[in-house]
C-alpha cells in the first residue's frame, strides 16, 4: 500500500480544520462613499499632507521565515536571498529597486509599471515564474509600507465590509479591489482594517492573484508599531500570516531604516549597479 507524504497529510489537516471565510467576490464597480472617506480618513491620521511632499523612499527590512513558507512557496519566499534589504522607491510612477541578501548572495530586482528585471549575484534570469514571483513581492512590499496612501492609485474601488477586532482594537473594514492588482494580476482584493478610534491602519488581508501557484490563496500583515518620520507614521513591525488554504504564521519583519527625498531618479537604478546616491544605506530608525 502506497504511504501518503507526511506534508500532504499535513496539508490536508490543515485544509479540513482551518478553512477561513475568505474576501468577497462580489462585482463592485462604484466606490461606496462610508469606504471611500474612511480611508481618506486613515490617509489624515497617517500624515496624508507630508506624504504628499515625498518623491523618493528609501527603506531598509532585516526579518525571519517561519519554516513552513520556503517549503510551501520556494519561489515566491527565495529564501536563500531574501533575509535582509535595501530598497529603494521613486513614488511617481512607481520604480522599485530592491537589494536583497541572503546565504546565497545578492538578488537584485527593479520593477517599473508594466515591466520587471531580476539578477542573482549580478547575473540577470528572465524565468517567468521568477519574475511574477518577484513583481508580486516588490509591489506587495510598497502596500505595506505606504498603508492606505498606497490606495491612491486610480482604479481603486472601495467598499464597506464590516467589523473586527485587531489586537482588542476595533477596526472597521473596508474592501479595496485593485485594477490593475499586484505583480502581474489583473485584480486583487484588499482588506483594511482601519481601527475606529485612532483610523490607523492595523492590518491588511489581501488575495494573491500574480502568481500561479498562489492564486485563491490570501494573507495578512498586521502592523504593530509605528514611528513618525518626516510627518508620516510609518509601520515598522509586519506580521504576515497565511490565512487561506489553510492559517499558518509566514514572515516577521522589521523597518530598521527610513529616510526620504534623496532626489532619486531612474538614473540612479539600474538593475545591477546603484549610483553613490542611492547605495548609501538607508538612515537607521531610532527608538
Given at each position: 500500500?502506497?504511504?501518503?507524504?507526511?506534508?500532504?497529510?499535513?496539508?490536508?489537516g490543515?485544509?479540513?480544520?482551518?478553512a477561513?471565510?475568505?474576501i468577497?467576490?462580489?462585482?463592485?464597480?462604484?466606490?461606496?462613499?462610508?469606504?471611500?472617506?474612511?480611508?481618506?480618513?486613515?490617509?489624515?491620521?497617517?500624515?496624508?499632507?507630508?506624504?504628499?511632499?515625498?518623491?523618493?523612499?528609501?527603506v531598509?527590512?532585516?526579518?525571519?521565515?517561519?519554516?513552513?513558507?520556503?517549503?510551501?512557496?520556494?519561489?515566491?519566499?527565495?529564501?536563500?536571498?531574501?533575509?535582509?534589504?535595501?530598497?529603494?522607491?521613486?513614488?511617481?510612477?512607481?520604480?522599485?529597486?530592491?537589494?536583497?541578501?541572503?546565504?546565497g548572495?545578492?538578488?537584485?530586482?527593479?520593477?517599473?509599471?508594466?515591466?520587471?528585471?531580476?539578477?542573482?549575484?549580478?547575473?540577470?534570469?528572465?524565468?517567468?515564474?521568477?519574475?511574477?514571483?518577484?513583481?508580486?513581492?516588490?509591489?506587495?512590499?510598497?502596500?505595506?509600507?505606504?498603508?492606505?496612501?498606497?490606495?491612491?492609485?486610480?482604479?481603486?474601488?472601495?467598499?464597506?465590509?464590516?467589523?473586527?477586532?485587531?489586537?482588542?482594537?476595533?477596526?472597521?473594514?473596508?474592501?479595496?479591489?485593485?485594477?490593475?492588482?499586484?505583480?502581474?494580476?489583473?485584480?486583487?482584493?484588499?482588506?483594511?482594517?482601519?481601527?475606529?478610534?485612532?483610523?490607523?491602519?492595523?492590518?491588511?488581508?489581501?488575495?494573491?492573484?500574480?502568481?500561479?501557484?498562489?492564486r485563491?490563496?490570501?494573507?495578512?500583515?498586521t502592523?504593530?508599531?509605528?514611528?513618525?518620520?518626516?510627518?508620516?507614521?510609518?509601520?515598522?513591525?509586519?506580521?504576515?500570516?497565511?490565512?487561506?488554504?489553510?492559517?499558518?504564521?509566514?514572515?516577521?519583519?522589521?523597518?530598521?531604516?527610513?529616510?526620504?527625498?534623496?532626489?532619486?531618479?531612474?538614473?540612479?537604478l539600474?538593475?545591477?549597479?546603484?549610483t553613490?546616491?542611492?547605495?548609501?544605506p538607508?538612515?537607521a530608525?531610532?527608538?
Amino acid at each position: 500500500m502506497k504511504q501518503t507524504p507526511l506534508m500532504l497529510i499535513f496539508l490536508m489537516g490543515l485544509l479540513s480544520s482551518c478553512a477561513s471565510k475568505q474576501i468577497c467576490t462580489r462585482s463592485i464597480t462604484t466606490s461606496e462613499p462610508e469606504a471611500q472617506a474612511l480611508v481618506t480618513a486613515s490617509q489624515k491620521a497617517h500624515g496624508s499632507f507630508a506624504f504628499d511632499r515625498i518623491k523618493d523612499l528609501s527603506v531598509r527590512y532585516e526579518g525571519k521565515w517561519a519554516s513552513i513558507g520556503p517549503r510551501f512557496q520556494p519561489v515566491l519566499v527565495d529564501s536563500k536571498f531574501r533575509g535582509a534589504s535595501e530598497e529603494r522607491i521613486i513614488l511617481s510612477p512607481r520604480i522599485i529597486a530592491q537589494s536583497h541578501t541572503g546565504p546565497g548572495g545578492v538578488k537584485k530586482v527593479l520593477r517599473s509599471p508594466g515591466q520587471i528585471a531580476i539578477a542573482y549575484n549580478g547575473t540577470a534570469t528572465d524565468d517567468d515564474e521568477t519574475e511574477q514571483a518577484a513583481a508580486l513581492v516588490a509591489d506587495a512590499y510598497a502596500l505595506f509600507l505606504h498603508g492606505p496612501f498606497y490606495f491612491q492609485q486610480s482604479g481603486t474601488v472601495f467598499a464597506m465590509n464590516g467589523e473586527s477586532l485587531v489586537d482588542q482594537a476595533l477596526c472597521d473594514e473596508v474592501l479595496a479591489i485593485l485594477r490593475p492588482g499586484l505583480g502581474m494580476a489583473e485584480e486583487d482584493r484588499v482588506i483594511l482594517h482601519i481601527d475606529r478610534s485612532s483610523k490607523l491602519l492595523r492590518r491588511v488581508r489581501l488575495t494573491l492573484n500574480g502568481l500561479d501557484s498562489t492564486r485563491g490563496a490570501e494573507v495578512d500583515v498586521t502592523f504593530r508599531d509605528f514611528k513618525k518620520i518626516d510627518g508620516v507614521l510609518w509601520p515598522t513591525d509586519f506580521d504576515e500570516r497565511i490565512r487561506s488554504p489553510f492559517k499558518l504564521h509566514a514572515h516577521h519583519w522589521n523597518l530598521l531604516g527610513l529616510e526620504s527625498n534623496r532626489g532619486l531618479s531612474t538614473r540612479d537604478l539600474k538593475l545591477v549597479q546603484w549610483t553613490r546616491k542611492a547605495a548609501k544605506p538607508s538612515a537607521a530608525i531610532t527608538h
